[in-house]
């Protein structure tokens, strides 16, 4: 059954510190994503990566950056946590040229 | 700024029924128009999709109706049940060099009672 997994499922951190969020995929995609979550907002892309050390922002990058030095995972780093950044995390992968996502279980991060 | 608009952001009906999503957009460059179903503690997965030269769609249940130059398309659950309770999001994507970056919805958490 092919699939994304995100390393963490709950993720409770203090403000100021580095985080770390892991996300791995097993279908060789090209593309992966980096979403979080909101109640009223639904989903906001924060960064894609559409190859191996290649990245873009998306609609939401600030506080954030990504790194991509395998094609497989997909690290989503929050520089400094703030009590904002408290929200749903979700990774998602796609096949060049292929609409279609797949989507982790999420990673749900707590700011305190 | 809301790209993809979607409404009601929640709905109740009754087994049977025929819950109905709707969604409007703006940038005439999106070219695909999925729906996801995400039940609780799981990811979004994709439902069903639309390009915009076709006007309907039906997978089983689920039927997409699509107005491009209303700028507007819908999600259709007949004979719902139980099991439909999940929140839906719609989508609208456009491609960005190799990768088809998807707008979402806020979401409508649908509720099916016996």
């Known amino acids: 059954d092919v699939k994304v997994t995100q390393s963490s499922r709950y993720l409770v951190k203090r403000t100021g510190e580095k985080v770390f969020l892991e996300c791995v995929q097993d279908m060789d995609h090209e593309n992966m994503f980096w979403y979080r979550q909101d109640p009223g907002l639904g989903l906001r892309l924060i960064y894609f990566s559409y190859d191996v050390k290649m990245k873009e922002k998306g609609d939401i990058p600030e506080g954030y950056s990504v790194s991509r030095e395998k094609k497989e995972r997909f690290s989503l780093i929050l520089e400094s946590a703030s009590t904002n950044q408290t929200s749903m995390y979700l990774c998602a992968s796609s096949q060049a040229g292929l609409y279609g996502y797949t989507f982790g279980s999420g990673t749900r991060l707590t700011v305190v | 700024q809301q790209q993809v608009k979607q409404s009601p952001q929640s709905l109740i009906v009754q087994k049977g029924g025929i819950p109905i999503i709707n969604c409007a957009y703006e940038?005439?460059?999106?070219?695909?128009f999925p729906w996801y179903q995400q039940f609780p503690g799981k990811g979004p997965a994709l439902l069903i999709a639309?390009?915009?030269?076709?006007s309907e769609k039906k997978e089983g249940r689920f039927t997409i109706s699509f107005n491009k130059s209303a700028k507007q398309f819908s999600l259709h659950i007949m004979d719902s049940q139980p099991g439909d309770s999940a929140t839906y999001f719609c989508?609208?994507?456009?491609?960005?060099?190799?990768?088809?970056?998807?707008?979402f919805g806020t979401g409508t958490r649908l509720q099916v009672t016996l």
């Open positions: 989508a609208a994507s456009k491609q960005t060099g190799t990768a088809s970056k998807l707008t």
């Open positions: 940038n005439t460059a999106f070219d695909y």
């Open positions: 639309i390009r915009p030269d076709v």
